[in-house]
Every structure is written in C-alpha cells, then in structure tokens.
C-alpha cells in the first residue's frame, strides 16, 4: 500500500523543519503529494476568559495577520521542501479539529506531525499529537522532536 | 525513507490484521526487508486472571511449559506471515510481558528508529479511538511511531 496524498501538520516553530524534511521523504518514497497544514489558535483561545466581543474587529484583524504571517513563515519552510503555496493550508481554530478537517478535506492518507519526548516529567506525547492520533481516520507518522 | 529509518520494529499481534501493518510498514522502504524487526507481544496469563492468588495457581499449572508452548505456535505463525512479505524468520521475536514495555524495550534493544503499530478506528467513543496498545506504545516511544489504522 502506498501512500497517495501526505499531510504534514507543523507549527511554525524550527521543529516544523524535522517534520517537514520527514513527510517530505516518505512522499518522495511513495510518490504522493504532500500536504502541508498550520494552524492558527484565534485570539479567544490565547486569552481564554476574557469577553472578546468588544475586541471583536481587534481580534479579527490580529487574527488575518496571524493567518498571514503563518502562511509566510510556513510556505517558506514549506517551498524549501519543494512544497508549494496552494498545498500550504493555514486555518484558524482548535488545532487538533483543523488537523483532522484539512486531512479529511484533502483526503490525506497519512499525517506526519512532530511531538515532544519528555521522558521522565510525565508529559511524553505533545497534545496535539495525541488528539490527532486519537482522531484520525488515515494513518499517522509521529515524528519524535529531538532536543 | 531511504537514509532515515534504518531499524524498523514491527509490532504485530497474532490476528489476521497484521497484514495491514506488514504491507504498510513494508511499503515504506524500497531497499526492502533488510531494515525490519518484528516482534509480538504476549501477555502473560497471570494478567488474565486477576485476584487469584498467582504463586499457588502457578505451582497448580505447568505454566512455563504452556508459554513456550504458546511462544512456539505464535512465532511459527508470526514467521509464516511475514515471509510472505519478504522478512526473514530470525527477525521475529516473541516476548511475554507488558506489550508496550516490551516494545519500548525491545525498539531500544536493536536501536530501532521507527516503531510500526496497528491500531483499531473508530468506535464511537472518543477514549477508545486508539487501540490500547497502540496508545501506549506512542507515550514514551523511544523513537518514531508510524500508527497503521486497521481497516474493516
């Protein structure tokens, strides 16, 4: 079974790098296209608590910056990796939720996605990570952030 | 991934979905069954049968004997199934325990950079999604984990 349409599902953090460098081998390997998902938390779920409705334009206007920024700062990790901006989807919401939405959208068959190894503090998978592999239909290939 | 996963671990269980994993994990590396290990997993008896007291009942019972038994008969069929996908027979080990203390530690015995598990869709409830074992086995991997979905 090969793979036909990879996702890779990266934040926009240097360890997108390694998530990147991965999906984009397997995807050579199995000569699919790759896929390549950020997602942007809205501004409500940075200041969980605080009454936004006043800051709603505010919070708009932050959040298409946001999305802009991303979409820069991902397609040009995403283009080094001969990646090119349509297949770079940024979205803003629940990470986990835009994760599975674009992989069932795009229907993907495999997400590639980059988690923490904290061995010995108790936190061993990145949350993220865990809700997408809790609800993924497609397979997942979690890639172990190093360092 | 030519270049990446040099040690790939396998692990199956002893039902007919391995297949699913095997034909995964095998499609990842065209270099071909020089990179793969497999293992499965038996849990012990004991886990099966709790609240009984475990050292009488083990005096009562050859149990030692009934797990080489079983070990044999699972690694004959483990060996059997992936031959068919090219992987040798001394490659397959069957351990007793704890399935994702033993593939932790067995990933680590032959410095494995990627660990390869099925795991079983949806069931409706969100804390069920993913196979027990396969959630376990992502917490604390010692490296990548490629979690293969059963289908069907």
Redesign the interface.
């Known amino acids: 079974m090969k793979y036909k349409h990879i996702l890779a599902a990266v934040d926009v953090t240097e360890e997108a790098g390694q998530v990147l460098a991965i999906a984009r081998q397997v995807a050579d390997e199995h000569k699919a296209k790759l896929s390549v998902v950020t997602v942007v938390k809205p501004l409500t779920h940075v200041y969980g608590g605080l009454d936004m409705v006043s800051y709603t334009q505010i919070s708009v206007n932050f959040e298409e910056e946001a999305k802009a920024q991303a979409k820069i700062q991902t397609g040009a990790m995403a283009e080094e990796k001969g990646v090119g901006s349509d297949e770079v989807h940024v979205s803003v919401g629940a990470p986990v939720t835009q994760i599975i939405d674009t992989a069932e959208r795009l229907g993907a068959d495999l997400i590639v996605i980059g988690s923490h190894g904290k061995h010995g503090i108790g936190l061993l998978l990145g949350s993220t990570a865990n809700g997408v592999l809790h609800r993924a239909d497609c397979d997942v290939l979690t890639i172990r952030i190093k360092g | 991934?030519?270049?990446?996963y040099r040690r790939i671990l396998i692990a199956l269980d002893a039902s007919e979905e391995g297949d699913?994993v095997l034909?995964?994990a095998t499609?990842?590396?065209?270099r071909g069954a020089d990179s793969y290990y497999v293992t499965t997993v038996v849990p012990p008896m004991m886990g099966g049968i709790s609240g009984m007291d475990g050292a009488s009942f083990a005096a009562t019972w050859p149990l030692k004997d009934m797990e080489a038994e079983i070990s044999r008969e699972i690694t004959d069929s483990v060996r059997e199934r992936v031959a068919r996908f090219g992987i040798s027979p001394d490659r397959v080990t069957v351990l007793f325990g704890r399935p994702a203390t033993e593939i932790h530690a067995h990933a680590e015995a032959i410095e494995a950079d990627l660990i390869v598990i099925g795991s079983h869709?949806?069931h409706g409830l969100?804390?069920v999604?993913?196979g027990s074992t396969a959630?376990a086995v992502?917490?604390?991997?010692?490296?990548?984990?490629?979690?293969?979905?059963i289908r069907g």
């Open positions: 991934m030519i270049g990446r699913q034909e995964a499609a990842l590396d065209p869709g949806r969100p804390q999604m993913l959630n992502l917490h604390g991997a010692p490296c990548d984990v490629l979690t293969v979905r």
